[in-house]
């Protein structure tokens, strides 16, 4: 399908302002304004479509389709001017960005032209893309040279003023309803509320601190950031600032350059702090830079966070039904169509479908209408902490606080904190949205019947979690365990496991209809009900060490 | 692929028993029974091919191919009024099923032309379907009309008389040779094996059931139905009853409708039991409503519910050479053709080319014989419960009795209850079943060298159990553990790991010649070892504990 | 795609040294020597092709296209008459051995077109083929008749003189680079590593052991070679020697017939010791008989290995973005191009793409050469033993010898044992050939980042073990396990866990910058601070029971 893509090569010159493509003679003139040599380069890209060359921009037409589109046809597109000079460096520089960026979306439109789209297949959600944007493709230029006053990290790059990340903000340009919905939601706040709740922040630095072994204790570090980086923070996103500026070295033909000197970079998780000072990364589900729609569509973009023994959708869905027979088909399926039409584009769910794309029936009527605020569909919350309970008002959970005066939506005890949680009404209205979905595919009565086992379901493994509980508060009373730190000894261990490794486990497999196995043995019932048996058996057995310790240090 | 399934859009209007299809005027006229009102609904589906209206039925041209398929020309096929008016109103309310029959092989060809098919290509086993169905496709009222006066679900539905559960015995009108073999195999009697033998009950039960913490002890209580359902009978199935009708909103034009009120629904356990009194379910492989043999063969299937940590057939199998070119290529091959040929369609085994699918070799003969009695090519039972054993002969294994008196395969000793298992010329005769499939591609050294491993694995793993079997007797006995409830205690359960989930792993990794390092570290000989000292240790530290209890009984 | 293989069947006849291919009657004459008797079998493989007879070998045109291949026409090629006699018998025998070779390269091009390519194109690393060859297609015989004189396993084979086991030794004939590279990889010598190293020896056995209850202790007993075989040797290999000949019944036409009596086969593993005297197995990662270089540079060929607990590189490839990317994208793109283009026939890399292909840029420009030793481009070895280090000078492991004496790269303390490992120059070197393949796609400063985090994930958790083995010195100081064999007891398998599983997880999700979830929750950070917490309490309560246990030999 790629093939056809770099049929030739043509040499190109780079000259600031004064791009010569001239397609007789097979070469483009760009002369680079900086460095203040003509360089001419391999220029493999723009070739593969006849282009003429303008003072404006040069026209490249898309000779492939890397998404399965439904037009017929594509006009010739103009590159900025910008936007050639950028590539006609980093085609040599970093050929796989450019060649991702050619597979996209972006490369194949325009802003005017997306506009002209009906409403239904309309991916543009602006009435007004910046004029200076409009009639050029969305290329290199055009998403790293936004809002350059409030880009900390922005830096003057071979005579451009360039932003090294790209953020929300900037993509709010034309995607604005989009990125109004994911701002709002838990995903943009993903890194505040795992590193700014005390009670989270204490699970993450135990978990990810480094224990040395003093006078034969587990004494606890404080986590280094490069370690929470590549852990919680590589789905939470990290806060990207700038210190400075730095000098490094390429190892091309430009030598050492200087660039803004980043913090906790490279960043793709989906709460990422920008430099710019917004929240969110899109290339998280959208990754770099096809923006694929189909990437997003695919349940492996889920799947690089949303797993076990936490958060296992992925796992789940592989053992579904709506799993196994997207696995056997996804390769007859259109994943790019916009809007997507159930039955036709695809015939079995990904985690999209339900949870956020725009969906009609294949008499167009709509299903469901699309939303980047991935709990629009949800009225519960199946990931326990500790229990499950009704999706939190704002996607901020930090302002949450329970009757403990924690900043958790349950208590201990499992009594809601209410307040911050939506109502009962709020929660029928986004039940019927997800029974909607369901309803494309399956009789209402099939559905209801797939609810109630759900309900059930929530009800037990909260009451599991409870026992799990009692036994917990066993242990400190005896002091066994120390509570200062809930998080740090074994049986904590085992009371953390109950609740969010094995009843989260059993809820994600009853809300998709699936993994039957993994609820039971798995990470489900069979874990669920060994773990409190290991609890009580550890309890007893701790309690004589416990005494033996006393007896010891009375001895001293 | 599917793109041009739904090119344009069609009125529609129903009448009971007076279809009208104008395709000049592009409309076709239903009037629906009991509604007394003339609804007009957009009918995206029939509308891709040229058909034309008459009294007996309506025809439509295949215009796709969701199956590989080596007819180069398909008729134009007629679909029943009867189908014609549950399309014509399912199209709207559930379009993705109707959708999934489109792409379905039932919709493209009648019984009549089946049967003109030359034997080895022929899906259909009857030589005499019902005379009312022959010209027609098998469409919905085909299926779910049959037998009325079994079916407990059966009801009126818009003026037909329907049954909502599609049995085994219902395709047996079509299919006689697949159900009869299904109905004998382990598969059918899922639910029953499960359910009605007291041993296996007491394991299902003592890990689904809620556990509560009572004066500091875990108490367990009978686990719910709905539990069960989401867990181990997802895969056994469940016992699918009618407790009467019951009104449901169906949130579409029709608002309230009548529908029979079923027990434990939506079910597609294997060994589901039906309304009808049949046992089976073939949606548990050929999915709802596309039947696909394309979808049986691929191996997600079967993963729904071979899989880890019990049953890692599929675990397996994604690990070993056969999975790894199966991965690669599957894009390649062809899982549609009938007969399925050897090196031609397929260059590597899937679950359903060794155990079930008729194959042949490239020149046409036959290597295996189709069968849907899933263990007719094993001649060993390596899923030991808890030694590995020779076939039961009957798919029913509740009437199994060893010489402990229990309805198990061995004694705990690892005495076989022979009476109950295959002897030795129907396992040689299995196991040349099993060889010859492999000698389709390996040389008979290869295979018979793979065999002899195998052999020695199932004695080895055997051993094992053995020993973990002797540690337990010892807890038993010294009274560290109460055995009148063998499965729900901390070193009881342990011993269970040893023989479901590490004396399995290994002999289904041997038995698939792949996965050498799931067999050595995940769930293989590194557990199998390990568990030995875990129970040896534990034996150990709970009889601390122990005298410990008694000390304080008698302090008291 | 394979559709068109078999379109007809041809009837054959062989005849030693006399062949007749008769394309009008559709008939090849072979007679078989030792039967003695002309055997007519349908031939259904070369039929698909216009092919001649000739005196020296039959032509073949492929009619199709297995792997995506840039030329455009295929010349006929030649058949031995040898490799036609192989083929006339074996397409009845084992039909998909010659589907399979019919589907590769070695089909389709002879050794002496392969030269006429572009030395970047080039497949052969031989100036000079055999010249017996050179006009041939690279059929059975050319592969299976090399280097009698070494071969233990040659035989005679209905009048040829076969060999079972083709070698490296044997592909060297074509592939010499290939081969000189591999041999002197840590892969070649994964047998003697792991078996002739006494301390991975008893590692190896102690797992693999079969263990018994003795007075109820746990007596470990050696492990059989059938169990090694099937574990740790189905990825390093097996000892492959022949004991002398042996009958066997085919259950085919051919009745019993006498073959090599070879120990430990089949066998595939990488280090696999030939009973021609060389190392190593091309088939592990080219599987047979397709020889794909599509396979093997599809991930699921290394996945058959380095897979989790122990090399979880697999798991953590699909849970990373270049997983993911790949996993949506992958039947795009082209696996089979030489040389493979960054950007035009991959956008995301696969295992093969960093660790060995040949890489250039869509200009032409090469980034990385091509290696089959899988070590080359990397400088330190993540999978610690027990704790990271430089990489190895030679592949050949059993030669090292650190400070305490023992055959490991770092002492136990975590001093390397620096003679026998790369120095930082050999370091660098390899560091700047993975970061150019990086750099493919992504900006150095990106890169860097990634690397600067690395660095500190291989810091920590290499403490992280230190902190195990100080508790685990503590045990073994008071006695509470014996550190004889320090692989067999519980608090052992604890400390073995921190870095064989945990540990060497999180570096392997820290290199591929992937997998956050594995390494924060699935077998990463968790596991390693409870593991400690494990390590601790364990050791307390044991040292209960050690003196239980004293106290009850002082009462005797």
């Given at each position: 399908m790629l093939r056809n893509l770099f049929p030739a090569v043509m040499l190109v010159s780079a000259n600031c302002g004064n791009t010569v493509l001239n397609l007789r003679e097979g070469t483009m003139h760009i002369t680079l304004c900086k460095s203040a040599i003509a360089v001419w380069i391999a220029f493999a890209f723009i070739i593969s479509s006849p282009a003429t060359a303008s003072e404006k921009g040069s026209k490249h037409?898309?000779?492939?389709?890397?998404?399965?589109?439904?037009?017929?046809?594509?006009?010739?597109?103009?590159?900025?001017?910008?936007?050639?000079?950028?590539?006609?460096?980093?085609?040599?520089?970093?050929?796989?960005?450019?060649?991702d960026w050619l597979s996209s979306r972006h490369a194949k439109i325009t802003p005017e032209d997306a506009l002209k789209k009906p409403s239904l297949e309309r991916?543009?959600?602006?009435?007004?893309?910046?004029?200076n944007m409009r009639g050029f493709a969305v290329g290199c230029f055009e998403c790293h040279s936004l809002n350059p006053d409030k880009h900390q990290d922005n830096f003057q790059h071979m005579g451009y003023s360039i932003n090294v990340v790209v953020s929300p903000n900037d993509c709010n340009a034309c995607h604005p309803t989009e990125v109004q919905q994911y701002?709002?939601?838990?995903?943009?706040?993903?890194?505040?509320?795992?590193?700014?709740?005390?009670?989270?922040?204490?699970?993450?630095?135990?978990?990810?601190g480094m224990k040395k072994i003093e006078d034969g204790k587990v004494v606890l570090q404080?986590?280094?950031?490069?370690?929470?980086?590549?852990?919680?923070?590589?789905?939470?996103?990290?806060?990207?600032?700038?210190?400075?500026?730095?000098?490094?070295?390429t190892g091309s033909a430009w030598g050492e350059i200087s660039v803004p000197d980043l913090t906790n970079w490279p960043s793709q998780g989906v709460g990422r702090e920008n430099p710019d000072g917004s929240i969110g990364a899109c290339t998280a589900c959208?990754?770099?830079?096809?923006?694929?729609?189909?990437?997003?569509?695919?349940?492996?973009?889920?799947?690089?966070?949303?797993?076990?023994?936490?958060?296992?959708?992925?796992?789940?869905?592989k053992e579904s039904k709506h799993g196994g027979i997207y696995d056997s088909n996804e390769n007859k399926w259109n994943f790019s169509n916009v809007p997507w039409v159930i039955g036709k584009d695809i015939k079995s769910p990904t985690c999209a479908t339900c949870h956020n794309s725009l969906l009609v029936s294949p008499e167009g009527n709509v299903i469901a209408e699309r939303t980047h605020d991935f709990g629009s569909r949800l009225w519960v919350r199946i990931f326990g902490l500790i229990y499950s309970h009704p999706q939190p008002k704002s996607g901020d959970t930090t302002i949450i606080k329970n009757k403990d005066g924690l900043p958790l939506p349950t208590t201990f005890g499992g009594e809601l904190a209410a307040d911050f949680?939506?109502?009962?009404?709020?929660?029928?209205?986004?039940?019927?949205?997800?029974?909607n979905v369901?309803?494309?595919?399956?009789?209402?009565?099939?559905?209801?019947?797939?609810?109630?086992?759900?309900d059930n379901t929530i009800k037990e493994t909260d009451e599991m979690t409870a026992s799990a509980t009692k036994l917990m508060a066993e242990a400190w009373d005896k002091g066994?365990?120390?509570?200062?730190?809930?998080?740090?000894?074994?049986?904590?261990k085992l009371w953390i496991k109950q609740w969010l490794f094995y009843c989260n486990s059993i809820r994600y497999a009853s809300a998709m209809t699936g993994a039957p196995d993994y609820a039971a043995f798995k990470n489900g019932w069979w874990e669920l009900s060994d773990n409190l048996q290991k609890m009580r058996d550890m309890i007893d057995l701790k309690e004589l060490t416990k005494e033996k310790r006393i007896k010891l240090k009375m001895d001293k």
């Open positions: 037409k898309p000779g492939h389709k890397d998404e399965q589109e439904s037009e017929h046809a594509a006009p010739d597109i103009q590159l900025s001017p910008q936007t050639q000079a950028c590539i006609a460096c980093h085609s040599k520089v970093t050929p796989g960005i450019v060649s991916r543009i959600s602006t009435a007004s893309p910046p004029e701002s709002g939601s838990k995903k943009a706040n993903a890194y505040k509320n795992i590193m700014m709740n005390p009670v989270y922040h204490t699970l993450v630095n135990t978990i990810d404080d986590a280094s950031y490069s370690t929470l980086h590549e852990t919680c923070l590589g789905c939470h996103g990290t806060k990207v600032e700038v210190k400075g500026m730095k000098k490094i070295f959208h990754p770099r830079h096809s923006f694929s729609i189909e990437v997003a569509r695919k349940p492996y973009t889920c799947a690089q966070c949303h797993l076990d023994p936490d958060v296992p959708a992925f796992n789940v869905y949680l939506i109502d009962k009404a709020e929660q029928d209205n986004r039940f019927d949205k997800m029974r369901c309803k494309g595919c399956h009789s209402t009565d099939w559905v209801n019947g797939h609810f109630k086992k759900f066994i365990e120390d509570k200062t730190n809930p998080f740090d000894e074994q049986i904590e």
